[in-house]
């Protein structure tokens, strides 16, 4: 295994004899930011890491990936740097990043490396219908305002961003390369072979409601769907506390108790 550089595998917190590691990929328009309060959320014993895409935080200076295949390379040998034998990971992924936590254990099977104890995807659909109009949202053809609306609504855009016109430009500009990137995306019909976890936001405007079923028949291994409580965000502290909700990073097994799909989280208002 070799070392990826510190601001492509960011350590967002890092403990002594660490039992596992939760490794996140990012979504459209985000980078490593929106994981760092998952620090204090974390199990005892669990090293958190985020993937940095190019063209962001520590890799502003790089340009943005330009296809589908370009960022997963770029994300798969990430995984795989920062990955070692002996402590299981889990790979977690939202949105955008959920589809490409999928698609990086793919390619992680494929060459014969290391896989995580469980996968994890969050808030997006199945990836095997290809990309659709319910996936296109936000829409790359949007206005520089509908984009910083849909940012600010439904993701996870702080308020300064919006009060700073440089900041804005940056974001709008970073949304739209990962949207080129995200519409690229082509499904090739693999399937992964470890356990799987679905979350979905019980009022999410993206996420259909047949997607946790979608999503159990493309593993051949365990999986399970919780549906929590807001959007495509959930709410903001579900959000904060998101590790809690992950059984892997507690389980030896990594998925105890599989529980149907459509398992629905005992917060959810009914």
């Not at 506390?241 to 959810?268: S, V």
Request: aromatic letters at 8%; a negative charge.
């Amino acid at each position: 295994m070799s070392a990826a550089p510190a601001t492509t595998v960011v350590a967002l917190k890092r403990t002594e004899g660490a039992e596992r590691t939760l490794v996140c990929l990012g979504f459209c328009g985000g980078g490593t930011a929106a994981y760092h309060e998952w620090a204090a959320a974390v199990p005892a014993g669990t090293d958190l890491l985020a993937v940095c895409y190019p063209g962001r935080e520590g890799r502003f200076a790089e340009d943005f990936a330009d296809s589908w295949e370009a960022l997963a390379e770029d994300a798969a040998a990430a995984v795989r740097a920062a990955t070692a034998p002996g402590v299981p990971y889990v790979l977690f992924g939202h949105s955008m990043g959920g589809w490409m936590a999928f698609d990086v254990t793919t390619r992680l099977t494929a060459a014969g490396d290391l896989l995580p104890r469980t996968l994890v995807v969050s808030s997006c659909n199945a990836p095997d219908r290809g990309l659709t109009a319910r996936d296109r949202f936000p829409d790359r053809r949007g206005t520089d305002d509908e984009l910083l609306t849909w940012m600010s609504t439904h993701g996870l855009l702080p308020a300064y961003v919006l009060a700073d016109e440089d900041l804005t430009e940056m974001a709008v500009e970073l949304m739209r390369a990962d949207l080129r990137v995200r519409d690229s995306f082509t499904y090739g019909g693999a399937k992964v072979g470890v356990p799987l976890q679905v979350l979905s936001g019980a009022d999410d405007p993206v996420v259909g409601d047949d997607t946790g079923a979608r999503w159990g028949a493309l593993t051949t291994a365990a999986h399970r769907h919780d549906v929590l409580p807001g959007g495509h965000f959930y709410t903001p502290e579900v959000w904060r506390t998101l590790p809690d909700r992950i059984p892997a990073l507690t389980a030896p097994d990594g998925l105890p108790h599989a529980p149907a799909t459509g398992h629905r989280d005992p917060e959810k208002a009914a």
